[in-house]
Structure formats: structure tokens, C-alpha cells
């Protein structure tokens, strides 16, 4: 008879906790984001974080300053990315055009390093924040660090290029007017020609800054310096790398300005 009652018992357990096991939403078991967002990378202080690392690690010489974390492109539908209070209730949103975040509400801090959480999430179009699922958390670890971190450089410009508008450290863009080739005899009505253009072979030379180097040297000659063209600058700390991409626009120029 007791044997019978502890059976009923356990089974009465075990449906119990089968129906709490059911009732929890399918939203709350991990899993990775989609692939079919293609986050790879997203930047922290300027610095290329690569998610898919096992820990992605950002060096900075203060772990008590606010960094700020953007996103190279929006995410398509009603997908965001969330930085994770550690309070494990409030969010803020991350987007292209960055968030500062706030140490005493972001980081988890031991002894010199500090980490925060970012996570996708699906929103669903709609108000209801019941409805929202949220994926996988990614931590992301600041090292503090002696050496310089920064990734800044300068730049003069060489063949090709007719004047360097502007270098935005932050942002991590080089503006460049170029010389347009329109081909051997100069003529304004030739239409212009993207196969043209890359044989002028534009130039620039880069520096990197409180020992920031190009491709491990402290002064870099970038080839093909057109628009969209991208160089990667690496702090001299070694541990942060930064992708610079050239925005440029042209004007009409002889074909010895090739020289």
C-alpha cells in the first residue's frame, strides 16, 4: 500500500513538473541568432569586434569610461540588438548610430577586465514585449591594458588624388577627392569609365598614431584608393583592429595629374 502511494506520488511530480516544463515559452531556450542576419561584426570604441570569437575581447586603458557600441548596418525585419542591463531586466537598443554605455549599468567589472552582454532580438512587429525572443547573449570583454589602444591615423595624399577632405577617427573614414580619368586625351564629354578610373591607381599614405600601424608598419602607402576601398590599422596594445573604409568623390583632371 505505501509502495503504491509513493508511485503516485512521483508520477503526480513528474506531471507537475512536465506541465511547468510546457508552460515555459519556446522564447526562453537558447539559441543562436539567424544566420540569415549576417552579424559577424559590430564595432566597440571604434574597434572591430568579430562575434563569431569565443570571447570577443576590446582593450582599453579605462574601465570607468563609457564606450560606445554600433552596428555597421541596421538588422532587416523586426530584428534589434540589445545591450543587456546586468540588472537583467532593461535593455537599450544598438544602432548605427551608436550607444554610449553606461558602466555602472553595463559592465560587470573583475579586477582589469569587464564584460556586457549584447543579444538579437525578435520583436515581432508588434508593442507586446511578451511576444519579443531573444537569442543567444554574446559577452563582450574590455581588457585593460598599459599600451595605447587607439587605431587612429593620419593621411597625405599621393598620385591621383587631388586633396584628403577629411580623416574621421572615429568613424573610421577617410574622405578623398579624387582625379577623374577620362582617358588618355582629356575630353568632358567621354563618359566615365569605372575601368579607367582603376588604372590611375590613386594613392595615399597612411600613419598611424600613438604607434598604431598599417599592415604592421607605422607608415603605409594604400594603392587603389578609390571609393570603397577599406585598410586595416592595428593599436599599438596589438589587441584592437580597426577597418577604414574611403568615401570619395571625384573632379575632372588631366591625364598628367596621373604622375
Do not use: C
Amino acid at each position: 500500500m505505501k509502495k503504491s502511494k509513493f508511485l503516485k506520488k512521483s508520477l503526480a511530480m513528474l506531471l507537475a513538473l512536465m506541465l511547468v516544463v510546457a508552460m515555459i515559452p519556446l522564447s526562453a531556450a537558447a539559441e543562436k541568432a539567424p544566420s540569415s542576419l549576417d552579424l559577424r561584426y559590430i564595432t566597440v570604441n571604434g574597434n572591430t569586434v568579430d562575434l563569431t570569437e569565443s570571447s570577443p575581447t576590446v582593450q582599453v586603458n579605462d574601465l570607468t569610461k563609457a564606450y560606445t557600441v554600433k552596428l555597421a548596418a541596421e538588422l532587416s525585419g523586426n530584428y534589434e540588438l540589445w545591450a543587456l542591463n546586468k540588472d537583467g531586466i532593461s535593455h537599450e537598443e544598438v544602432t548605427t548610430e551608436g550607444l554610449p554605455l553606461t558602466p555602472s549599468m553595463y559592465y560587470t567589472v573583475d579586477g582589469d577586465t569587464a564584460t556586457f552582454k549584447l543579444a538579437v532580438v525578435d520583436t515581432k512587429g508588434d508593442n507586446m514585449s511578451s511576444n519579443d525572443k531573444q537569442y543567444d547573449a554574446w559577452t563582450i570583454t574590455l581588457e585593460k591594458v598599459t599600451a595605447a589602444v587607439t587605431t587612429n591615423v593620419e593621411v597625405t595624399k599621393g598620385a591621383g588624388v587631388a586633396k584628403v577632405d577629411k580623416v574621421d577617427n572615429e568613424n573610421k573614414i577617410v574622405y578623398l577627392t579624387l582625379a577623374r580619368h577620362t582617358g588618355e586625351d582629356y575630353d568632358p564629354a567621354n563618359a566615365w569609365d569605372q575601368n579607367t578610373q582603376d588604372s590611375m591607381d590613386a594613392k595615399i599614405t597612411v600613419t598611424g598614431l600613438e604607434g598604431a600601424t598599417i599592415n604592421g608598419a607605422a607608415t603605409y602607402t594604400v594603392t587603389n584608393a578609390d571609393d570603397g576601398a577599406t585598410f586595416q590599422v592595428t593599436s599599438a596594445s596589438k589587441g584592437n583592429t580597426s577597418t577604414f573604409t574611403i568615401v570619395a568623390e571625384y573632379e575632372d583632371a588631366l591625364e598628367s595629374l596621373r604622375a
